[in-house]
């Protein structure tokens, strides 16, 4: 039998290759650092990062679901569980979130175009690249070392890319506000990790977790209570949960609107699927989740949230009149409902099997809520122009008439961001409820599970508001300038034609990627064979 | 009386607390706080303290130079610049200082199985640095203007 020592020598060796595609992207962001210097072309530049995300597409496509066997292989014939062990963990999310991360960098290089230049274009599409293998990384780092790391690979360069295409006043104001704040919840992240460490003396995710579960048992620890608090905190910034949300409007407003299109996304994404990891909801740990809801505070921490920040959100939405800062305040609020999900997973026992595990609920809405708001980003940059500058929501009066598609594909995402039936926005605001009803009614939560839901469904009736008030200047409002006739950049909408037909798609038959979100979040994971989902 | 249950601390499962271990660290602190409002007490209460002063203890640096000018002004970014290129090199010195020492030393016996693999890990962290040094000389952060 293979002793300890031995799987923790193989699953170190074995690291490298479930991040491969990783390192591929950070080796091209590094050429296209060293092709700025030498050669400053943006088709270069735009050329080599296309060919370093598709390689690393044919990567990812060439292990398939073989990284999960291979990873169990590890500890074939040992008692041992890989997940308190290894460093990088390839099962559960990791699969889904790195495909996830590698579309979106097509989408966002697709964005980038109109807003670099030649002698930019290396450094933004570079840390781009970085930015990309970082999210990608979160869904599989099973360290709080590496887990930071991956956290802070897509905080750094986003310091930069605001800064980098515009340098205006607004910008100025935009990257130094996002900096500090976001700085600020590095450092509280690290402070929660420092106590996570000193209680549990491991650095590994899945041992920490089965830690701290194990000695829930007996009694809470307020150390640890103070711990989650912080490192809930930290990922409340980037997800823009209310009270973490004040930079959103502003970086928003001022930032380069493509560059907005990737903070409204990514920082998202990874906040919620880091989240889950350090609350444990993925693999969960054997004696139970860590924070329970029946012996602690945080499933309620969280249901106050939610319910704050999609209330919060949507209600200042409705008093904006600068487009992007409606899309910021829109932003929060959808954090708000992805919420929902989480406080409901916290709430599940371990035996229990629901439907919808209310994890699989938030990464598909985090999914529609990327590609329509995405999408919506993309026209903003379609339309806006010297000439014609895309401001405020009054500047898109007479769209439905002058550019008849476009403006069609902004009424996809905004009818999406409603939530209308046959929009992915809808069958995610579907999952998220009925998770929220399923869920079951025991004490300490009793029917809050059930508030929440009601409350989202009110927040929904009052998004429609503000969204539909844009659907109606676009179309009934005369334009307030003359239609300008500049060559516009074709593959901003491009780019939303794709976040329309995902749009369309996912919410017309939502099974497309439903399946794969249940799959990689099972309640009750069955070993060597992560993939297939024990629900009874 | 029942025990309480044992909590988690750094040192793994652990009895719950009890104050009467702290009783000597209360007591210490007791001591501290007393002498340090003794201080400040006698020090800047009116009545307490000695006041008897002399124009050379009235300057802002009772041994050395007058400052001249206002201490606000502004630093040219060029410093910074050079900050951090030092602090590049500097950092990279303190990764390679433990690695270099315990690399070689043969008591671990961690070398034979990760030996390898780290002095990779040392090559490709230095070469990512020379690509940043390259690209910083290119962008001519070298060049005092």
């Known amino acids: 039998m293979k002793s300890l020592a031995d799987v923790q020598n193989a699953l170190l060796a074995g690291a490298v290759h479930f991040v491969l595609p990783e390192v591929v992207l950070v080796g091209t962001a590094c050429l296209l650092f060293v092709l700025a210097v030498v050669y400053p072309r943006r088709t270069a530049a735009v050329g080599l990062a296309l060919i370093g995300l598709t390689w690393a597409v044919a990567l990812t496509y060439s292990v398939g679901s073989g990284e999960t066997t291979a990873f169990w292989a590890f500890v074939e014939g040992t008692p041992y569980s890989p997940h308190l062990l290894a460093a990088i963990d390839p099962t559960g999310l990791a699969a889904l979130i790195r495909w996830l991360a590698l579309a979106s960098g097509f989408i966002f290089v697709l964005l980038a175009w109109p807003e670099i230049q030649d002698h930019n274009a290396g450094e933004y599409l570079g840390c781009l690249l970085v930015m990309i293998a970082g999210s990608s990384l979160i869904g599989r780092v099973n360290d709080l070392v590496s887990l930071f790391l991956a956290l802070e690979m897509v905080s750094i360069p986003t310091y930069v890319l605001l800064y980098l295409p515009l340098r205006g006043r607004g910008e100025q104001e935009a990257a130094v506000k996002y900096f500090l704040l976001s700085i600020l919840s590095s450092g509280v992240l690290l402070f929660g990790f420092s106590y996570l460490y000193g209680l549990t003396g491991t650095t590994n995710l899945g041992a920490l977790l089965a830690v701290l579960s194990a000695a829930h048992q007996h009694a809470i620890t307020p150390m640890a209570l103070i711990a989650i608090l912080m490192v809930i905190a930290a990922f409340g910034f980037r997800i823009s949960a209310v009270p973490f949300q004040f930079y959103a409007p502003d970086v928003y407003q001022g930032g380069p609107t493509g560059v907005v299109a990737q903070i409204a996304f990514i920082p998202k994404f990874i906040g919620f699927v880091a989240l889950v990891r350090v609350l444990g909801l993925v693999i969960r740990p054997q004696d139970g989740l860590p924070f329970e809801a029946s012996t602690t505070l945080i499933p309620l921490v969280l249901w106050v949230m939610a319910i704050v920040t999609m209330t919060f959100g949507n209600v200042l939405a409705l008093l904006q009149d600068d487009l992007k800062r409606l899309l910021a305040y829109s932003g929060i609020a959808h954090s708000g409902y992805m919420l929902i999900g989480i406080v409901v997973a916290c709430g599940l026992p371990g035996n229990s099997t629901p439907a919808l595990s209310g994890v699989d609920a938030t990464l598909f809405y985090l999914i529609a809520y990327g590609l329509m708001t995405v999408g919506a980003f993309a026209l903003i940059l379609y339309w806006n122009s010297q000439e014609r500058p895309i401001r405020t929501i009054d500047n898109l009066g007479g769209l439905g008439e002058s550019h008849p598609l476009s403006a069609a594909l902004m009424t996809v995402f905004l009818f999406s961001l409603i939530g209308m039936p046959m929009t992915a926005g809808f069958a995610g605001k579907f999952m998220l409820f009925v998770s929220a009803f399923e869920a079951p009614v025991e004490p300490p939560m009793q029917n809050l599970y059930r508030i929440l839901a009601v409350v989202a469904a009110v927040n929904a009736a009052i998004g429609a508001v503000y969204y539909l008030r844009i659907v109606g200047v676009m179309y009934l409002r005369d334009p307030l300038h003359p239609v300008s006739s500049a060559r516009r950049a074709v593959l901003p909408l491009f780019a939303a034609c794709l976040c329309a037909i995902g749009t369309v798609a996912f919410g017309v038959y939502p099974r497309l990627i439903a399946d794969s979100t249940q799959q990689a979040t099972p309640l009750v994971e069955v070993p060597g064979n992560a993939a297939v989902v024990a629900r009874m | ?145």
Not at chain 2, 87 to 95: Q, Y
Not at chain 2, 116 to 131: G, K, P, R, S, Y
Request: glycine content about 6%.
């Open chain 2, 1 to 145: 009386m029942t025990t309480p249950p044992p909590v988690l601390t750094p040192a793994g499962l652990e009895p719950a607390f009890d104050l009467a271990t702290y009783y000597p660290m209360l007591i210490f602190a007791a001591v501290i706080l007393s002498m340090a409002c003794g201080i400040v007490a006698a020090t800047h209460i009116p009545f307490l303290k000695p006041r008897n002063p002399t124009k050379t203890k009235q300057m802002p640096y009772e041994s050395g130079m007058d400052p001249i000018g206002s201490a606000r002004m502004q630093f040219d970014v060029k410093f910074y610049l050079i900050a951090i290129l030092f602090l590049v090199f500097d950092v990279e010195l303190l990764f390679l200082y433990p690695w270099a020492v315990s690399a070689y030393n043969t008591t671990g016996g961690w070398q034979s199985r990760y030996g390898d693999l780290v002095f990779l890990e040392i090559l490709a962290f230095m070469v990512t640095l020379t690509l940043a040094y390259l690209y910083a000389w290119r962008k001519g952060v070298f060049q005092w203007r």
